[in-house]
């Protein structure tokens, strides 16, 4: 079975930084681009960041952009998304996914931002 576990969220000030990791089990890691989702309180999930197999050139959504970097680490199966400059609009939990599929999420990592 393919398992994703995410870490590291917590509560933090607004302004305040956050580093989630992301855990893979049972799948070919680098063989597989990574992504970043959020879902916040009665809404839709929304795609935060996607980082290629050999860790170059991740994308963000604007919401993010140049406050939010993805990376990994394949030899630990592990995909990060270091958050910096966090706003009360980034509470969430948020998943990690393999490429963008939403449906492959597994446990996610409350992050709350207040303000």
């Known amino acids: 079975d393919v398992q994703l576990q995410a870490s590291g969220g917590g509560l933090v000030q607004t302004g305040g930084s956050l580093r989630l990791s992301c855990v893979a089990y049972?799948?070919?890691?680098?063989?597989?681009?990574m992504g970043w989702f959020r879902q916040a309180p009665g809404k839709r999930p929304e795609w935060v960041s996607s980082?290629?197999?050999?860790?170059?050139?991740?994308i963000s959504a604007d919401s993010v952009k140049g406050r939010f970097t993805a990376s990994r680490d394949n030899a630990k199966n592990t995909v990060y998304l270091q958050m910096d400059s966090l706003k009360p609009e980034d509470t969430a939990v948020y998943y990690c996914?393999?490429?963008?599929?939403?449906?492959?999420r597994g446990q996610g990592t409350q992050v709350t931002v207040s303000s």
């Open positions: 049972g799948i070919d890691f680098s063989s597989y681009n």
């Open positions: 980082i290629g197999r050999s860790g170059g050139a991740p």
């Open positions: 996914t393999r490429q963008s599929d939403y449906a492959s």
